[in-house]
């Protein structure tokens, strides 16, 4: 049984998020996908700044 939770938005937040739900898609679905975007979007980020930083390691220097 999955459990249900209520999260109190404003109504523009909520009229944004009915903006950007598909046709069919519920929220919960609509909220999973904001989720996996905004994780692949810290990575990229912390990429990007490791590659900023000068702070990796190529793949070639890697020993097995």
């Not at 938005?9 to 999973?32: M, R």
């Not at 979007?41 to 890697?62: A, M, P, T, W, Y």
């Amino acid at each position: 049984m999955s459990l249900s939770k209520r999260i109190p938005v404003t109504e523009n937040v909520w009229k944004e998020l009915s903006d950007l739900k598909s046709a069919g898609q519920t929220y919960d679905e609509l909220l999973t996908d904001l989720i996996e975007l905004k994780k692949k979007r810290r990575l990229l980020d912390d990429i990007q700044e490791s590659i900023q930083e000068d702070d990796f390691v190529s793949i070639s220097e890697i020993k097995m």
